[in-house]
């Protein structure tokens, strides 16, 4: 099973959410890929 962070871009946002000094970029990008993911999640369960 895939989550949505296994996604090296995810891994590397919370990176820079971490140590980088521009934590609202990080925060929009995290919350963009949840949100993909978190659609697909439904189709998938409208799909079955």
Not at 5 to 18: E, H, Q, V
């Amino acid at each position: 099973m895939i989550t949505i962070f296994d996604t090296p871009k995810l891994i590397g946002t919370l990176r820079g959410l971490l140590g980088e000094n521009r934590p609202r970029d990080a925060m929009k990008e995290i919350f963009r890929n949840s949100s993909k993911a978190f659609m697909l999640l439904l189709k998938l369960a409208n799909a079955t």
